[in-house]
């Protein structure tokens, strides 16, 4: 399967992430940028969990029916031609990283899916559901990691 170049910013692969992202911060969503999109893909779905969280994977960010040939977005931004769903805060839309105090830093897996046909996904999805629901339709996926603790 190809792989999408998924870069950002504010962040490096597997570093910390500003507080200015988080939820105790602005909570604004960080920027993005891809590369790499197959020509067959029909949309982009971006999935951002934490599988650290104590209650189990939890979903800060899914939207989907984004551009395949849009190449990123800016901070606090939706990406173009996508719908923000609702986040494991049960808001629609970035819910920055929020792990208990006194934890070690959590990872924060933004995911970036090319599908070749549309994904259909409930208002808010857990993020085995966001996998289950692209595994047969995904073209190519990029994955960028980023640490937070309090």
Known sequence: MAGIELISSAFDDHAVLA??????GENESPPL?????????????LLCEDPD????????WVVVGIDPRS???EAGEVPPGGTELVNGFHERGWGGPHPPPGDEA??????LYALGEPCVLPEA?????VHRA????RLAVGT???????
Do not use: K, Q
Request: charged share 25%; glycine share 8%; hydrophobic share 35%.
């Open 144 to 150: 960028l990691v980023a640490l937070y603790r309090r």
């Open 33 to 45: 940028t891809w590369s790499g999109i197959p020509d067959e893909a029909t949309e982009l779905v």
């Open 134 to 137: 692209v595994e047969d339709r």
């Open 53 to 60: 969280a104590p209650s189990g994977t939890f979903v800060h």
């Open 125 to 129: 999805p857990s993020a085995a559901l």
């Open 71 to 73: 190449g990123g977005t």
């Open 19 to 24: 507080r200015r992202y988080a939820y105790e």
């Open 106 to 111: 959590h990872r924060y897996y933004f995911r």
